[in-house]
Structures are given as C-alpha cells and as structure tokens.
C-alpha cells in the first residue's frame, strides 16, 4: 500500500480542471490504416480497399489510440509513481480517411482524491477531443486515470 503525505486542495482542483495540452496532430495514412486493422485482427474491406457504404477506406474507431503523448500536464507535482487506466468512453461524430490530419488536444474535465484498497489515489477524468484539418470533431474520448 502506497503512503504519501499529499492533499488535493480545492485551490489545485481549481487550477486543474480546464488546463489543456498541446495540440498533437498526426497525419493520417492509408498504410497505416491497413497496418492497424491486420494489427488488430479485423479484416473489414472498409479499413483497406473501401467500400460503397462508407465511399472510400476509413480508420477502425480504435485507430485514434494510435495517436500517443496526450496529457495536459498539472500545474502542481503529483507524487504518485504508479498510473492505472480506468476506462475510457468514446464518442465518433465523423470517418477518418487516409489524407486527414487529426489534432488532439486533451483536457483536464475532473480531478479528485480518494483513499481506496490499494491506497490514497489522484483520479482524473480527461477529454481528448480529435479534429479532422476542416476543424470538424471527429471523435471524443473521455478517460480516467488513477494515480497512486
């Protein structure tokens, strides 16, 4: 069990939630796309020579996990070593296709602290938002994290 002397305080709740990451954009390719589907074991002709439903190849839902190193960083030290992954839930609004630049930009929506089984825990609830190059939010993907 994890012993740390840290407190949450509402004045770094407040300064946490809202604070955003860089934008990270990825340009997205047709390789790619076919090398996640064989990757992921799905063999729908969507994701490698298109079909008339979906006019043209497009990007599995998952492929957007693809895209790495989304955090918006606190502005304070957390002293807890150890990250779990609590989940996340998606919402898709739109296909990504091979030529699309997505950018991602991710979101600090909720931040608390808790004491649990395994010890005190840090948990935050982020929003990675990822728009195509026409500005148009493709997807969201909202996540929790667990620090301890």
Same mark, same amino acid.
Do not use: C
């Given at each position: 069990?994890?012993?740390?002397?840290?407190?949450?305080?509402?004045?770094?709740?407040?300064?946490?939630?809202?604070?955003?990451?860089?934008?990270?954009?990825?340009?997205?390719?047709?390789?790619?796309?076919?090398? !996640?589907?064989? =990757? /992921?074991? +799905?063999?729908? @002709?969507?994701?490698?020579?298109?079909? %008339?439903?979906?006019?043209?190849?497009?990007?599995?839902?998952? !492929?957007?996990? =693809? /895209?790495? +190193?989304?955090? @918006?960083?606190?502005?304070?030290?957390? %002293?807890?070593?150890?990250?779990?992954?609590?989940?996340?839930?998606?919402?898709?609004?739109?296909?990504?296709?091979?030529?699309?630049?997505?950018?991602?930009?991710?979101?600090?929506?909720?931040?608390?602290?808790?004491?649990?089984?395994?010890?005190?825990?840090?948990?935050?609830?982020?929003?990675?938002?990822?728009?195509?190059?026409?500005?148009?939010?493709?997807?969201?993907?909202?996540?929790?994290?667990?620090?301890?």
């Amino acid at each position: 069990m994890t012993t740390n002397s840290f407190t949450l305080t509402d004045e770094m709740r407040e300064q946490s939630i809202g604070v955003e990451s860089e934008p990270v954009s990825m340009a997205i390719e047709q390789g790619h796309i076919a090398r !996640f589907a064989e =990757a /992921i074991g +799905d063999d729908n @002709p969507a994701y490698t020579v298109g079909t %008339p439903e979906t006019a043209g190849i497009i990007a599995p839902p998952t !492929f957007l996990r =693809a /895209i790495r +190193d989304i955090r @918006p960083e606190l502005p304070f030290e957390i %002293p807890f070593d150890r990250l779990l992954d609590g989940g996340s839930d998606w919402e898709y609004f739109g296909h990504v296709r091979p030529g699309d630049t997505i950018s991602a930009v991710a979101r600090v929506e909720d931040i608390r602290e808790r004491t649990g089984s395994i010890g005190q825990m840090l948990i935050a609830t982020i929003k990675i938002t990822y728009r195509n190059q026409h500005d148009a939010i493709v997807a969201t993907q909202t996540s929790t994290s667990i620090r301890y």
